[in-house]
């Protein structure tokens, strides 16, 4: 059984994809600043869904920079999907994928290699976010809008923030949720290894409303099912389904043939 970073053919019943494709818009959540103090106010100290990679990594910067470990583990994510290789076309680097060389260099890193330590990354992003949660008197939608576009893009007061800044909060959030088990498809413990879940993925797209689009139709359908989407390096974003085990995958199979999907067998 293929498990992680598998891909999997996606066959359509019926169903003209280019509907989910070309869809005109993703429909920003007005309600996202909300969620995020709702989750400030109550849900930091809950425990993680699963045992991460590099956790004590994670334990010990939220510990020094007094952050939730959970808003860290979602960063980390949505950024690379905890890849300590990780690099994109914008020349981030590492788990947190840190700016090279401007944002390292501002934090007192100053080679490229020491990007590619975890412990060493991940402290440099939760300094960082720390730094924009300081900036932004706590507010953490600006916090990560100025994380993922740089504060000198983000007025202090959130005045006509960058339509990219604003879905990469709703991203974030989105990957949060996951962290802490809301909606995921699999039994869910502490003491689960993320390693072990498997991810295969179903379609790319090149911008990052039509995954948002394309998930929201099929989650639409088959509300079961634990689809997630990611930003790769290349600057294209993947639907995944992840899933624990054979009858987990061939259940959401069968619950995406009901959408109007069929996947192709690869096990």
Known sequence: MNKRGSNCTLVLLGTV???????????????????????????TALESAYRFPYSTCFSVAALEHDLPETLLLAVARGESDFEATARSRANAHGVM?????????????????????PCTNIDAGARYLKEMLARYNGNVHLALAAYNYGPQ??????????????????????HLAYVLGDGSATATSSSSLYSDIGQSTLLTFGEPYRAVAFIERLEAKSPGLSLDWFRRGTGEFEVVMSYADKQSFDRSARMLEHAGFRLQPFY
Not at 22 to 31: E, G, K, L, M, Y
């Open 153 to 174: 893009r983000i007025a202090i007061d959130g005045e006509d923030i960058p339509s990219g800044a604003s879905w990469y909060s709703g991203y974030i959030y989105r």
């Open 97 to 117: 994928q840190i700016l090279w060389p401007g944002t390292a260099k501002h934090l007192g890193i100053h080679r490229l290699s020491e990007l590619y330590d």
């Open 17 to 43: 994809l280019i509907g989910f494709a070309i869809a005109a818009d993703a429909n920003i959540d007005s309600d996202i600043d909300s969620s995020w103090h709702a989750y400030m106010n109550g849900q």
